[in-house]
């Protein structure tokens, strides 16, 4: 289990357990839940284990779309947001960075890969806080830099994101790839979009490293999804 940032202290996310399986590690604030899923927390489970909310799902593509929730619609998205307390917001995962925000008006849930990252969602969901910023962000599971081998082009457009990009490639043995940390790309996105003071919360794991997670890149087709959410509270 990773360690919670906030402020400097260090303190540890809360395992949900459900049929003695770990289905997700969560913290809260004074305004909403935060709660990154495992491989053991599917759709049906959430619903049984957290009857109180009402969830939304997207059809996730890999763009840099940022709507507003519905729980009727899985519209086609990477990113939404609501003012709707008990209205749970779910970012699907299996090597992507689920990204969690919320203050005490707004909740917003991002689903960030690669591509995701390049295209700079996080700085898209600005538009769902505007003229306020989250209180807290949130990081969940994701792949890795010991595990995220990219070729050139791919690092190339990474790198491009944010000055000083290049200084998150790491080499690989192959001179035709590099390694890439994802992680501190999408914090410095954080803070460049929403200032320096944002509190960011990690719950870490290298999904392709780790097997209580979904990995698409080590499991391929057979990956299912982790399901991580934010929720304002009543």
Known sequence: MSSLRWRGRRTLF???????????????????????GTRHGDRATLKEYFPQYEFAYLKQVHGRAVVLADAGIETEADAHYTSKKNLALVSQSADCTPILL????????????????AQNIV???????????????????????????VGLDVASQLSAVLPGGAEL????????KKYFDLTELVRRQLRETFGSDLEIHEQLS??????????FRRDKQRAGRQYSFVVLKA
């Open 102 to 117: 919320a203050n005490r008006e707004v909740a917003c849930a991002i689903h960030s890969g690669w591509r995701g990252t």
């Open 206 to 215: 290298d999904t392709v490293a780790d097997e209580l997670y979904f990995s």
């Open 123 to 149: 700085a898209a969901s600005r538009v769902a806080f505007a003229p306020r910023s989250p209180s807290a962000a949130a990081i969940g599971p994701h792949i890795m830099k010991a595990s995220f081998e």
């Open 14 to 36: 809360k395992p949900e357990i459900f049929a003695d399986r770990t289905i997700g590690f969560s913290f809260e604030t004074d305004e909403a839940y935060f709660f990154f």
């Open 169 to 176: 490639e790491g080499t690989h043995p192959d001179p035709l």
